[in-house]
């Protein structure tokens, strides 16, 4: 409730800042950066929620359920602000994203949750025991849950070398479909849109078994995607291939997601959630990385770098991986 008072505080402020012209890169970077503290922040608490609130039988349905507000609002979020981008400018935009902080706000105030965990202990919270609490998460990984601790190194080809695609979109819409800030938004909104499909149809079907094999297969294709996005210029076949992206990126996290809420420890879930969360912040990097390399080369051979970078090492999970 604090964090999305603070982000609905940055947002107003943001808004007026561009209104009255003072607004420039720094605004920008500055404003993404809190709303990145917010999201990192925010998520584990929410899946810490899932899993000491539901029982046991039903934690699969519920996280499905949990993962499905990710795509929602991906499609809807880009859609709207499309629209809002071009018809209205930026300025109602941003006073719109305050407004859904404020209401975050009023829905979390009278909000209860029985959780299912009654033997479980409350810690006080000590700086010190974080690194040593990430430690130990990583060695109950490495030694007792060596599976989900190869699929946890996966992680890194849908979550870090191929979803910064998406931060290309605006790019991408603009040199090679010469097209404005709306059909940008349209875009990513397909991308939301794949993904929302994706977890009806688990929430519909359930989670396979063989959840290892899909987050394998799911980053493979997510590596094909990637790179087939650079070699096309006709725009439904972009939309396509966004969506198909996004459907890929949903099934890696469900069945992932799925797997450390079904087979850790209660007492190391939210380490091995803070692990996770830990390789997804590597995307930093590789963004900025690859902000440099498009700047020197081209955006084509940028998305064929990621893509055949994430099928190379898909592949060798798949093929040698045990």
């Not at 009255?20 to 890169?25: E, R, T």
Request: hydrophobic share 55%.
């Amino acid at each position: 409730m604090f964090l999305a008072s603070i982000m609905a505080f940055s947002a107003f402020s943001f808004a007026w800042v561009y209104k009255l012209g003072y607004a420039n890169i720094w605004f920008v970077y500055g404003y993404a950066f809190l709303a990145g503290i917010y999201e990192s922040t925010s998520m584990p608490i929410r899946q810490a929620l899932v899993s000491n609130a539901v029982p046991q039988k039903y934690l699969s349905n519920a996280f499905t359920t949990n993962v499905l507000t990710i795509p929602g609002t991906r499609m809807l979020g880009p859609f709207v602000g499309g629209i809002l981008a071009s018809q209205t400018g930026f300025f109602w935009n941003l006073n719109l994203e305050a407004i859904l902080y404020l209401l975050v706000v009023i829905f979390i105030i009278p909000m209860a949750t029985p959780f299912a965990a009654k033997d479980s202990e409350d810690r006080d919270f000590k700086v010190s025991g974080l690194l040593g609490d990430f430690i130990d998460g990583f060695k109950y990984l490495f030694h007792q849950q060596r599976v989900l601790f190869k699929i946890m190194l996966l992680s890194f080809t849908p979550n870090v070398f191929c979803f910064p695609m998406l931060f290309l979109l605006p790019l991408f819409t603009a040199e090679i479909l010469k097209e404005g800030a709306d059909f940008g938004g349209y875009l990513l909104a397909s991308n939301g849109l794949g993904g929302l499909i994706a977890i009806f149809l688990f929430s519909a079907f359930g989670v396979p078994n063989k959840r290892g094999l899909i987050c394998i297969l799911s980053a493979l294709f997510a590596g094909i995607l990637t790179l087939s996005l650079g070699q096309v210029t006709w725009m439904p076949i972009s939309f396509l291939i966004v969506g198909l992206f996004g459907a890929c990126i949903s099934t890696f996290r469900t069945s992932n997601g799925v797997m450390t809420q079904t087979l850790v420890k209660d007492e190391y879930r939210v380490r091995t959630l803070s692990f996770y969360r830990f390789i997804m912040s590597f995307i930093v990097i590789s963004s900025f990385i690859i902000g440099i390399l498009t700047d020197l080369t081209s955006l084509e051979v940028v998305l064929f770098g990621m893509g055949m970078l994430a099928i190379i090492i898909s592949s060798g999970f798949l093929f040698f991986s045990s």
